[in-house]
């Protein structure tokens, strides 16, 4: 048995007709024509200064609103008419609505409310500043990075100022450090500079730090020198 093919459902459409651009001498001349086709029907009316839009409204007759407007105030400021039947009454104002924020005639005081609608510009706008924050934060970025160099630079120099071995070994020592099970030489020149694996540095943390390769250090309680007895203690005892 053959399967039957399910019927695609289509949403019904607002706007049900449409009269578009009529003149108002039309209106006068062809009135019962015009009532057979609009009467009885809701929906949104446009009034047309020739081809500027004057005044936009909505009626629950159309038919009496047109007639209407070609005898109050707005008589001698429109010479065409549009008009909308809306499917579903209560779709009218809101549409109206529509019209007036888009348009913004002259002829309208009001401007259109959207009632039940969420402003999405607040969401819009917490949405940028995120994104501008991002591209802030990623402009400057190396900049950061850049910055934090010098610091650590800076960091070194106050190092390699307060904490030399100057002075502790005139005629110069050999130090020595055991780090993770092997065994560390270094010797200390006269004027308290350190050479350790071919570099030289200017304090016992530089130098501990080019074995380890840590980030930070003591070099202090790492390096050990041989005492008068010949036993190894840290330098640190120089202090002292």
Partial sequence: MAKRRKRKLSSRPIVSGYLEKVSADIFDRYKEEIVSVIAGHQGIYALYDKNKLHNVGLASDLKNRIKQHLKDKHQDRWSHFSLYIIRR??????????????????????????????NLLPKLEAQVKERNKQEIEDIFKGYKLFDKKKKKHRRKHKIKKFNSLRGYFPQGKVIHANYKGKQYKAWVFS???????????????LAGLAVTKKETMNGWRFWKYKDKNGRLVYIDKLRK
């Fill in 191 to 205: 004027n308290g500079r350190i050479k350790v694996n071919g570099e030289i540095f200017d304090s016992p943390s």
């Fill in 89 to 118: 009454e209560e779709h009218t104002k809101e549409v109206e609505s529509l019209f007036l924020r888009i348009y913004r005639p002259r002829g309208n005081v009001v401007k259109g409310k959207l009632r039940r609608a969420i």
